[in-house]
């Protein structure tokens, strides 16, 4: 009879170790579990730690609560701006109602990873190229509404979504490359243009200074002398003396205006008439030399002859020595030229000669007159 009850008590024992085996369930901190019974959904969700089951007749589904992180496949599509692109992205997601996750959808991993491609495609059509490259914090931010609007009924909620890698194709990313260099060479222009403005205004400023200090400009062009002789050359530099610049900077100032114009008018009037004059003047010496018997012919001629009719005297400028000069050269040619003239004196008796009618020299007593009958 003992021994009957030591066997039935083990057989008890034994199958309350079974059970309790059978039933038995370990939750982990980052788990929940969701139990069916009989096919049946039970809201109790089993929280982390020991829980028992009915064995056969329940059956429990644990689901990760943890962050689940989840590459997007690149996908290729054609931009607002028809430039073919290859987009990848990664999904942040993690479940928050476990009995939904495992109802509501057949694997919710699946569904997110579907969706998430889905709405990258539709981001791709809708942004311009400059979007993906430098705007993709509002690209991330549109993808994440996209992707947690259907999957809040599953269960799920998205954390965040980034866009990982644009892929261009070779003929883009050289034409970009051109754009960026092209870019920067502006900018580098730029800037040097601003640089070279404002080292001309210090240059003028301090110009200015040592135009007013002529020690400060002799002491500049000492320490440029020096500065070159400095150098390992066979350079001869010859110091300039200051102050003969600026002598000949006043001398380059402009003169007065002359009047150029009259003066080569009177010069002009005075070559007219003076070839009259002297004319007149000869036919006058020729006409009274015969009548003044009580003075000699000599004397006549030299009077007549010291006497030419000359035009007015004009003040001539400087740069007009050369008309002048030209102008007097005609004068006596027209002089010598009317000496020769009907009435005129002879040449040799202005010249103090003996002329060729047997008139004696200056200073001999002239021959008597003829008497009148």
């Not at 054609?78 to 992205?89: G, L, M, P, Q, S």
């Amino acid at each position: 009879m003992v021994e009957e009850l030591v066997v039935a008590a083990s057989a008890a024992l034994a199958g309350c170790a079974v059970y309790a085996m059978a039933a038995a369930r370990v939750v982990k901190q980052y788990e929940r579990g969701v139990v069916f019974r009989l096919g049946r959904l039970r809201r109790e969700v089993r929280e982390p730690g020991f829980t028992l089951i009915v064995p056969v007749i329940d059956r429990m589904h644990k689901v990760n609560m943890q962050i689940v992180t989840m590459p997007v496949t690149a996908q290729e599509g054609i931009t607002r701006d028809n430039v073919t692109v290859r987009v990848d992205a990664v999904v942040y997601f993690r479940v928050v109602d476990a009995p939904n996750a495992l109802v509501e959808v057949e694997d919710y991993r699946f569904a997110v990873s579907q969706m998430a491609q889905t709405s990258l495609r539709s981001i791709i059509g809708k942004s311009d190229l400059d979007d993906l490259l430098s705007n993709r914090e509002k690209l991330n931010e549109g993808l994440e509404l996209m992707i947690d609007s259907p999957a809040v009924g599953w269960g799920v909620q998205i954390d965040r979504v980034e866009i990982k890698d644009v892929s261009l194709p070779e003929a883009m990313k050289r034409s970009m490359a051109r754009q960026a260099e092209a870019d920067r060479e502006r900018r580098a222009r730029v800037i040097n243009a601003d640089a070279e403005l404002q080292a001309s205004k210090k240059l003028a400023e301090a110009a200015g200074e040592m135009s007013r200090q002529p020690a400060a400009l002799q002491l500049r062009l000492l320490q440029t002398v020096v500065a070159v002789a400095a150098e390992k050359n066979s350079t001869l530099v010859l110091p300039f003396p200051v102050e003969l610049l600026r002598f000949l900077e006043r001398a380059q100032q402009p003169a007065a205006p002359t009047p150029a114009p009259r003066a080569a008018d009177a010069l002009r009037t005075a070559g007219e008439t003076a070839p009259e004059d002297a004319a007149g003047a000869a036919e006058t010496a020729g006409e009274t030399a015969p009548e003044d018997a009580g003075v000699g012919p000599a004397e006549t001629a030299g009077t007549t002859a010291s006497q030419p009719a000359i035009g007015p005297r004009v003040e001539a400028p400087g740069h007009a020595d050369a008309l002048a000069e030209a102008l007097t050269e005609g004068f006596r040619k027209a002089v010598a030229e009317g000496d020769g003239g009907p009435g005129a004196v002879p040449r040799a008796s202005r010249r103090g000669e003996e002329p060729s009618g047997g008139h004696p020299p200056d200073g001999a007593a002239p021959p008597s007159a003829p008497s009148a009958v």
